[in-house]
Structures are given as C-alpha cells and as structure tokens.
C-alpha cells in the first residue's frame, strides 16, 4: 500500500529565505507525481507534475525533482514571500489513476 | 477559462438526512475525481470517473456514499442517512485523461449536525 510522507509538517522563515519541502513515497511504481498548495479554507492549486520519466519541472521560483528510485520528490522554493505562506501537498499517482495524498508541508513566510 | 465548480459551496444538514453534491468540470475533461478532506485529516479518494464509468470506487467509506456522472461532464455525489462522520470538506477534480494533471474545485464543506 502506497504512503506518502512529508518533512517538515510546518515551516516558519522569514521573507527572502530559500525553502526546501520534503516528500517521500514507499511503492516506487508511480505514473506521476503532483505538488499542489492549499489556502486556508481553499481548494488545491496544482504547482507542478513531474511524470515518472522526468526528474525535474520548474515553475518560476518553483522547483520540483523527483528521484524515483529512492522514493523522493522535494520542493524548491526560491527568496520564498509571504504571498508563498500555505499549505503544500504532494501526491502520487500509481497505477490505480488515483492520488495518494502526504500529510502537507503547513509552511508560514514572515515579513 | 473556467475550472472546476462545485456546488453549494456550504452545507449544514441533520443527521439522518440525504444530501446531494455537485461537480462540473472542466469542459473536454474526460476524468473526474472525488476526494475528501476531514478535520485534522489527510485527503483521501473516494471514486473516479472515466468518461461516465466509474471504475474505481474502493475509496467509497460505505453503502451510504454513491455518485454518478451523466453525458462525460457533472457529477453528483450523493450521501445518503448522513451521519456526523461524513462531516469534512468534499472536492472535485478533473483532468485532460488519467495522464494529466488534475485541477481541483473549491470544494463543498459539510456539516452534518
């Protein structure tokens, strides 16, 4: 069964900081894997989809790689802002075509 | 262009009483999801929709829970005798195929007094 962690649970810096958010996986046999952010009381943005070939995808100050074989994906955010305070999710996708969710990354940028 | 909607966006019931949920898509994609996301707790998938067939439906939590999907666009997600449990946040996703990347609504909060 497919389990999906995230490190740190919650993340406090302050304006300007470059970030790193963690996500781990147990089956290494995904189809693709989602960074998403969610806003207090929100749905989920998608951030970025890494397809299980790929290792890595950018998105502005965004970064997302993948290491498949060891069951890793981490999250770059660089000179973070307060505007990025939210919560991040990743998510796998295996072959069952459904999204296997981590816990979230609840991370607050300070001024 | 326009993403996911859901509807309503709030709804508080009685215990034991039936409620209807309402997703519609994003126009032209052919997979639609439902998760949920309880108080305190992770999302979890509950049934996908591939076209109007819904081949996964293991996230169901039981007999009470059922959805549908009519001409490869809404879905309804119906929850029938409520209980307090059910109470959590409902949203929908959809996505270009299974492949793709999947777009969240804004989701419907339940409560269930």
């Known amino acids: ?111 | 262009g326009a993403g996911v909607s859901q509807s309503p966006s709030n709804k508080v019931t009685e215990k034991g009483k039936d409620v209807e949920l309402r997703c519609d898509p994003i126009s032209g994609h052919t997979a639609l999801y439902w998760y949920r996301q309880s108080l305190g707790q992770g999302l979890e998938f509950l049934i996908y929709f591939q076209g109007n067939s819904a081949p996964d439906k293991s996230g169901l939590p039981s007999d009470r829970f059922s959805a549908e999907r009519t001409g490869g666009s809404v879905s309804t997600l119906t929850i029938q005798r409520t209980q307090q449990e059910d109470s959590a946040v409902y949203l929908c996703a959809s996505s270009r195929d299974l492949a793709y990347e999947q777009y969240f609504g804004p989701g419907t909060r339940l409560t269930v007094t």
Do not use: H, M
């Open chain 1, 1 to 111: 069964k497919q389990e999906v962690t995230q490190i740190p649970a919650a993340l406090s810096v302050p304006e300007g900081e470059n970030l790193v958010l963690n996500c781990s996986f147990t089956d290494s046999a995904i189809y693709n894997l989602q960074w998403f952010r969610q806003d207090p009381g929100k749905g989920l943005t998608s951030l970025l989809l890494i397809q299980s070939s790929q290792r890595e995808q950018t998105s502005g100050r965004l970064n997302a790689s993948l290491d498949k074989s060891s069951g890793r994906s981490t999250l770059y955010i660089a000179a973070s802002q307060p505007g990025d305070s939210a919560t991040y999710l990743c998510a796998v996708k295996g072959n069952t075509d459904k999204l296997i969710f981590g816990t979230g990354t609840r991370l607050q940028v300070f001024p």
